[in-house]
C-alpha cells in the first residue's frame, strides 16, 4: 500500500512536472505571439502616422511652397496653426541655400544636412531620432519634402516638419507588458529611429551593435535578425539584453522612403517569469492540494486498511471460541518449524456430546476453552496447539520418540481428568490420533494422517490413541473404492451368481444349490464376497446386493425351468443388515411374483448373528415364514452360537459352519456335532453340513444322519452355466 502511496505521488509530481513545462512552453509561445501582435499593431499605426504626415507635408508643400519661399515671414505664419493642430515641434522652410526658417523663428542654415540634401533630390525624407540642433536635450525626427517650382521638376527648396521623438514613442503601445515591455523604430541596419527609454540602448545609435555588445551569447541572434531585416522578413529572436529578453521585429512599409524601418517590441524574461510565477504559483497549490490530499487519503486507506487486515487476520487465524489458534494458524506456525521433527496429534473428546448434553452448551464451551488453556499451558517451546473445529484440537509436541511422545500424551489425558473435577462434570477424555512427521508431507497432510489415526482410534476399545498406520488408510482408501464402484457394477451387472450343490446325504444326488455372489470386475478378475460383503454390510448397500442376487437366482431359475430343466431350490444368502428394511418381504414377494417362480425353488439363509435379540428381525422373518419361504439359519456354530438359537420356531433347517465340520476328527469335536445333531433333529430341523472336504468328513455326517451335505468334497460353487449344465444332467 504504500508502495502505491508513493507511486501515485512520484506520478503526480511527473504529471505537476509536466504540466508547469507545458504551461511554460504555453506562455512562451503567448509571450511572441503578443510580441508579434503588439510589434505589428505598432508598425501599421507608425505607417499611419508618418504617411499622414508626409501627405500633410507634401501637400503643404505643393500648394504653399513657393508663396512659403516668397515671403519667408508669412509664410512662417501660415504654417504655425499646422504646427499646433499636428503637434510638431516646429515646421520650417529651408531655401536652395540651405537657409532656414522655421515657426520658432530659429534661423540656422541645414546645407550640410543629409536630410536637407536629399530632399533637394526630390526625396520624401524621414530622419532617425536625432539631436534637437535648437533644443539640445530633445530628440527629434525630421520629415522633409521638396519644394518644387510651380508646374516644374525643379526643386526650389525644403519643408519640413520637426517632431519630438518622445511623440512617436507615444504611438507606440506604452503600457505593454505593464510597462516592462516596449517597442522602439529602427531601419533595416538595426540604427534607431525611435527608441524607447526603457531601453538598454536609449542613446545608442545602434540595436544590433548594441546587442553584439551586449553578450557573446546574442551574435547567432543578432546575425538571424540581421539577415531577416535585409530580406524584409519579421521574426522573434531570444537574446541576453540585460538579461533575458525575447525580442520580435516586423517591417514598417512606408511610402516614400526609400529606408526600409522596423519596429521592434521587446519584452523581459522576467515579465514572463512573472506571470508565469503566477501561474505556477496557482499549479503549484493545485498539486499541493492534490499532494495533501493524496497522501490524507493514502494514510486513512492505510490506517484502515491496517485495521481491517487485523482484523481479517484475526477473523483467519484465532478461534472465536478459545480465543486461541485456529488450525490455519496452526499450519502457519508449522510451516516455521520444519526443522524440528516430532508428532501431530489430532485429538476430539471423547463422548462429548454427553457433556453438552446433561450440561449445557455453556459448560460445553467452557470445558473447551479449559482445553484448550491447559493444553497450551503443556507445551514447550516451539510446539503448537490449536482447536480445529467443535471438541477437535490438533497438537505439535516436540518429542523424539514413540514413548516419550506417549508420556506427553498421558500428560493431556490427566489435563481431562482436572477439568472434569474442576468443572464438575462427568468425567472426559480423549481420543488421540498420532503421526510422527518430518515435515516431508505437507502440514495439511500431516494434520490429515493423525485425523486418521483419530478416526481408527476411536473404533477401537481398549485404547485411546492410535499411531497412523499407512495400512489402515490403504484400507480406507480401498473400501472407498469399492464402494465406488458397487453402483456401477450393480449397473453393469458385473455380479454373478454362483451355484454350489447340495447333496442329499444318503442318495448322493443334487437336492438343492447355494447361490453365492462373485464380483467380476472389468479386466476380468472375479473377487470373492468375503472381501466386499462386510463392507456392503456396514454401509448399508448389501440390501441391494442381496435384492439383486435374490432376482437374478428368481429370474435364472424360471427360465431353467421354461427350458424344461428339473430345478432344485436354491437358497440365498440375506444379510442382516438387509432386515432393517420393514418392506423387505413385500419386495421379495413382488420379485417372485413377477418371475412367476414357486416359492418351493427359492430359499432363504440367513446368519445366526442375526439372530440378536431383536424384535423387528424376528418379526420380519416370521412374515418370510408366513410368506411361504423355506429358512435356514447359516452358520451355524461358527463362535457367536447359542444354542438358545436353535430354539427358534421360525427355521426350518439349519446350516452346521465349516468351523464345527473341521473338527471331525477329534473326539471333542465329533461328540459336540452329535449332540448338536441330535438336539437340532429333537427340536424337528432339517440338517445340511456345509465346507465338507472330505470323504471322512461325508462318511462321519451319513452317520450321524445328516440330510444335505455341501461342500468342496462334492462341488465347489460353480459359475452359471456350469450349474446349469449339472441341472440339464
Ligand atoms: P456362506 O453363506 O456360509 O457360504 C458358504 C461359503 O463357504 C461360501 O464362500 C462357499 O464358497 C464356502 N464353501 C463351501 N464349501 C466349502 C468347502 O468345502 N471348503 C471351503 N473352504 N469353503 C467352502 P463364499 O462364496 O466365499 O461366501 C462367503 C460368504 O459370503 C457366505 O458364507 C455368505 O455369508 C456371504 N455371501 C455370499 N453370497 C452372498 C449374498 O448374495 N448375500 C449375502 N448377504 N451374503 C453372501
Ligand atoms: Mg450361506
Ligand atoms: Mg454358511
Known sequence: MVCVLIATVLVLSVVVFQFSKNIRNALQLETVETLKNVAEQNAYTIEREIEAMQDLLIGTSLELGEYLLEDKQKGIEVLTPLVEVHQFKRMAVADASGAVYSTDYEQMNL????????????????????????????????????????????????????????????????????????????????????????????????????????????????????????????????????????????????????????????????????????????????????????????????????????????LAYVDPLTESDNVEAFKVKMLRLREYPGYVVYMDIKDFKIVNNTCGVEKGDQVICEVAKKIAQLLRDKELVARVSGDDFVVFLRETNDASLLLRVEDIENCMKEISEELSIPRIAAYFGIYPTTHQESVEEAIGHAKRANQFAKQRSDQLYRFYNAKDYEDLQKNKQIEDAFEPGIQNHEFEIWYQPKYGANAQSMDGAEALVRWRKKDGTVVSPGDFIPLFEKNGMISILDEYVFEEVCKQQKRWQDEGMRIVPVSVNISRASLYYLDIVERYMNILNKYQLDIQYIQLEITESAMEDNDQMKALIQCFRVAGFKLLLDDFGNGYSSLATLNMAQFDELKLDKGLIDHIGDDRGEKLLYFIIALARSLGLYITAEGVETKEQFRFLQKMKCNTIQGYYFSKPLPKQNYGSLLAG
Not at 545602434?206 to 521574426?235: C, H, I, P, Y
Not at 529578453?245 to 514572463?272: G, K, Q
Not at 486498511?305 to 487476520?313: E, F, I, T, V
Request: glycine share 6%.
Open 111 to 314: 546645407a550640410s544636412h543629409d536630410n536637407f540634401r536629399r530632399s533637394m533630390a526630390g526625396e520624401v525624407v524621414v530622419t532617425s531620432a536625432i539631436t534637437d540642433v535648437v533644443d539640445h536635450d530633445d530628440m527629434i525626427n525630421v520629415i522633409s519634402v521638396p519644394i518644387y517650382e510651380e508646374s516644374s521638376d525643379v526643386v526650389q527648396g525644403v519643408l519640413f516638419s520637426v517632431y519630438s521623438t518622445e511623440y512617436v514613442q507615444d504611438i507606440f503601445d506604452s503600457d505593454l507588458f505593464d510597462g516592462r515591455g516596449y517597442s522602439a523604430l529602427i531601419n533595416s541596419n538595426g540604427e534607431y529611429i525611435v527608441n524607447a527609454k526603457q531601453s538598454p540602448g536609449y542613446g545608442k545609435k545602434n540595436v544590433l551593435t548594441a546587442l553584439s555588445q551586449a553578450s557573446e551569447n546574442n551574435a547567432d541572434a543578432v546575425k538571424q535578425m540581421r539577415t531577416n531585416m535585409r530580406f524584409g522578413l519579421s521574426g522573434s529572436i531570444y537574446v541576453d539584453y540585460a538579461g533575458a529578453r525575447y525580442i520580435y521585429y516586423t517591417p514598417v512599409t512606408l511610402r516614400n522612403n526609400i529606408e526600409s524601418w522596423y519596429v521592434i517590441t521587446v519584452v523581459p524574461e522576467v515579465v514572463l517569469a512573472s506571470r508565469l510565477d503566477s501561474v505556477m504559483y496557482q499549479a503549484d497549490m493545485l498539486a499541493l492540494m492534490l499532494l495533501l490530499v493524496t497522501v490524507i487519503a493514502g494514510s486513512l486507506y492505510i490506517i484502515v486498511y491496517r485495521n481491517s487486515k487485523k482484523q481479517l487476520k484475526r
